[in-house]
């Protein structure tokens, strides 16, 4: 005996119409780095979510192909690092190109043997806790290990298809 639904079918929303409708969606913007053997990598992410205050601990959300995962995996930590407004071009910069033309022209520093954009408002260095895989994406939890904030700098809020200032 076969159960069939009595529900029609749920048209798929396409790729372009979700990434257009996200993009209205206000979020902050944030690099995520973690060393790999042929030296630095990094990505531009939106997700990244504050997830525990005791431990605390950070929630970030990367592609499940990303090179950058890879490394966070293999190296079992990474560094999330909020852009300043004045560093806002970084996030097209990380969001193309290969592992070297990331880091081309851009200052960082080792932080817990992680990269840390010089440049980042708000930086995090985490252990990775957990990961948990989710459609095409894997959520990557991380305990925070060392952390500085700028109050002075403002960071990047991305939104609307544009980049404002965030207060």
Request: aromatic share 6%.
């Amino acid at each position: 005996m076969t159960t069939e639904s009595l529900l029609p079918a749920r048209p798929t929303v396409s790729d372009d119409a979700f990434r257009h409708a996200m993009a209205r969606l206000p979020t902050g913007v944030a690099v995520v780095t973690a060393q790999g053997p042929g030296g630095p990598v990094g990505c531009t992410v939106n997700a990244v979510m504050s997830l525990s205050l005791r431990p605390p601990a950070l929630l970030v959300s990367l592609a499940a192909a990303s090179r950058t995962l890879e490394q966070i995996l293999d190296s079992g930590s990474f560094a999330v690092s909020v852009l300043s407004w004045d560093a806002r071009h970084l996030a097209r910069q990380f969001a193309t190109g290969t592992a070297a033309q990331r880091f081309d022209g851009v200052s960082w520093q080792p932080q817990h043997g992680v990269p840390v954009l010089t440049a980042a408002s708000v930086a995090a260095v985490c252990d990775v806790s957990d990961t948990a895989h989710m459609f095409d994406h894997t959520l990557v939890a991380g305990t925070v290990t060392w952390t500085r904030a700028d109050e002075r700098t403002p960071t990047v809020l991305y939104g609307n298809g544009q980049y404002e200032v965030g207060r």
